[in-house]
């Protein structure tokens, strides 16, 4: 028998944070999370243009109605204490058990709220299909914060790779309901059923994945113990998950223009899942461990900033350009009004890795509070945005809301410097290679297609894509080879950034 003491350092123990090793662990993590994201994009993005050759605008709007609406309730859930667990240096099984309850009783509370204000909801909106959507979608909430704990665990020691196994179940399950449903005529039940089988699998993989299991008692004093974090960040989820602008596009335009959105964001959001999917996971735990080594912490964001925006800003910048091909031939025509929406939230592209950098390193080093502020102040611009401006027309709106985050962004990057005492040359440093690179592999696209007028749209999307990436490879070894060769040497395990 192990005594108390020994017990409970086993304890402690079992969910510690990395002492040592953790540049590679967080390479080695980066390129699981990378595996994680990119393997879940490519299904996703085949379902995704099925789906969206088999279902209209309206009929695509509608179904994000209802899964925008799940998500404002689930945002009053407090998964933000996952993130608690995550960040706290030291965490005992009570605390764990004490997360789990709290997730899973408050989501049982608002599926059920949720059911009973689902016909006040159809009749509000004018929206009858929301009485039998909203009840199937909605049970994505109970699931996904039952699996809000058993993520956290595998985030907090680094075990991205159980992480991308499970991911990548969840969206071959997706994939296995909604294809056969759509090919069966189910029409827009397909995508709503694979939304809650997808939540289903995520689920059963991570409780599956890690060697804890939930223990009957419910410890109020640890609970306290991760409160004040937890309810910082769960504020700071709230008010990333209202999907404010997808309720007032509903309301204001209509199904049509809020599936051209949808859609939009879509494209937006399985690129972005692809790129910052990888680095949220790895950069909060990371950035978490290294809160008193200010040196350390400073190298290891700038280099996470270098890799993030080299990487980024070709895919959006070249998106915007090729998206005006790009979508009539593989999406179909009738999302060509979808385009100019599209490249407006590839702009949005340029700052979102980097966002999620510093959003990692804001709350990691105990100012969650502040970004949950920074957060609602950009939830109530996106609305003002949309209340003044829905008059004319979805591309208007789009537009508007991305020139009011570019506009907004300079804020985070304030906060930033002053946390790692940077100054803002060399901050901007990192990204001066990837935007020169960009800049010459857009005009190269163009330059393909001027030359090319008469060409067949296959033959031209794929020149274009050609040229664009063997010119932005090219240019930006020119210009940061040393770093590019620093990067390998780090997945190679010759050296390292942070230890």
Known sequence: MLAEGEKHQQEDGAFSHMRSGRAQAAVRGALWAGLNSFAPAVVAAGVFTVTSRYLTPAEYGLVMLAASISFFASAIAPAG?????????????????????????????????????????????????????????????????????????????????????????????AAAVCVPLLLMGYGAWALALSFVAGSIATFSAAFLSVAWKPGLN?????????????????????????????LLIGWLLGTAPLGIFSFSRRIYQLLNDLIAGALRTVSFTMLSSLQTEHEKLKEAFLFATFASSAFSFPIFVGLAAVAGDLVPLVFGSHWAEAVPSLQAFCALGLISCIGVLQSSLITSQGRVGWWMSYQAAQQILSAVVILALYRFGITVVVVAMAVKTLITWPISVALTLRILRLDVLSYARQFLAPVVASVVMFASVLAVRSAMPEAHPVVTLTLEVLTGALIYGAVLAVLVGRQLLRMRDLILKRGAVAS
């Open 81 to 173: 204490f996952g993130e608690a667990l995550i960040q706290r240096r030291d965490v005992t099984k009570k605390h764990v058990d004490a997360v789990f309850w709290l997730c899973v009783g408050s989501a049982l509370l608002i599926y059920g709220g949720l059911l009973l204000l689902t016909p006040l909801l159809a009749k509000f909106l004018g929206q009858a299909g929301l009485l039998t959507l909203l009840p199937a979608v909605g049970l994505r909430v109970v699931f996904d914060q039952a699996a809000i704990v058993p993520s956290s665990l595998l985030a907090r020691s680094m075990s991205f790779d159980k992480i991308a196994l499970r991911t990548t179940i969840a969206s071959l399950v």
């Open 218 to 246: 419910f410890s109020l004093n640890s609970l306290r113990e991760v409160a004040r974090y937890g309810v910082f960040a769960s504020g700071n989820r709230t008010i990333q998950l209202l999907n404010s602008d997808q």
